[in-house]
């Protein structure tokens, strides 16, 4: 009962108060007792009756794991051989000025960079490269990745050579032999499996076409 007299006197006071009041504030005493003034109140239990209400911000929560160090973790990590393999690719792009972009398309879809890589056709290592082609560079061991390389690389830039620097017909002719591009009129021929090696060069080379790779 008396909790009751005390809030509606504090009621009472506060409809005594004139609406021009600058501002009011309420608090509770030591006793328990509201207490309404002019002023801010001292201590903790003051409250400003006029100040707008602003909910209580959610807090912010730190991800476990920042977004860097997830995408760090899940990335593929490449293999001791595989890594080798690919400097073997830039250091014999250098050695006969090629884009090594572009070698290293040809060499992930002809091998994946598995030097040890044989065709039903035939074809050995890394490039792929067939036994006869490798005799006409002077390559006679193609298991071993940097003569594969290098005779591969050779016969890139023949081919660069005698198709005028046209990708698309020195990717046809890499994989299907210079011979059948000329039979068909200096031309992509019409297998399937070369237009599709050829696409899937391009694709991975990043560019759909140069005059030139040299």
Request: charged share 15%; hydrophobic share 45%; aromatic share 6%.
């Amino acid at each position: 009962m008396t909790a009751l007299r005390l809030l509606l006197g504090g009621a009472l006071l506060l409809a005594l108060i004139p609406a021009a009041s600058a501002r009011v504030h309420a608090s509770l005493d030591a006793h328990g007792r509201l207490q309404v003034t002019a002023s801010v109140p001292v201590g903790a239990a003051g409250v400003d009756l006029h100040r707008p209400h602003r909910p209580a911000r959610a807090p912010h929560v730190r991800p476990a794991v920042p977004p860097a160090t997830a995408t760090a973790a899940t990335s593929v990590q490449v293999s001791p051989q595989r890594a080798r393999m690919q400097a073997l690719v830039d250091q014999v792009a250098a050695e006969f000025a090629i884009d090594a972009a572009l070698l290293h398309a040809i060499v992930q879809v002809e091998s994946n960079y598995n030097p040890q890589a044989t065709s039903r056709a035939g074809a050995l290592g890394l490039m792929q490269v067939i036994p006869a082609t490798g005799r006409r560079f002077g390559v006679h061991d193609l298991f071993d990745p940097l003569q594969n390389l290098r005779a591969g690389a050779a016969y890139l830039v023949w081919l660069d050579q005698h198709f005028e620097g046209e990708l698309p017909l020195v990717l046809a002719g890499y994989n299907a032999g210079e011979g059948a591009v000329r039979r068909h009129g200096r031309r992509v021929p019409p297998y399937a499996e070369t237009r599709q090696y050829i696409q899937r060069v391009i694709e991975r080379y990043g560019h759909t076409q140069r005059d030139t790779f040299l």
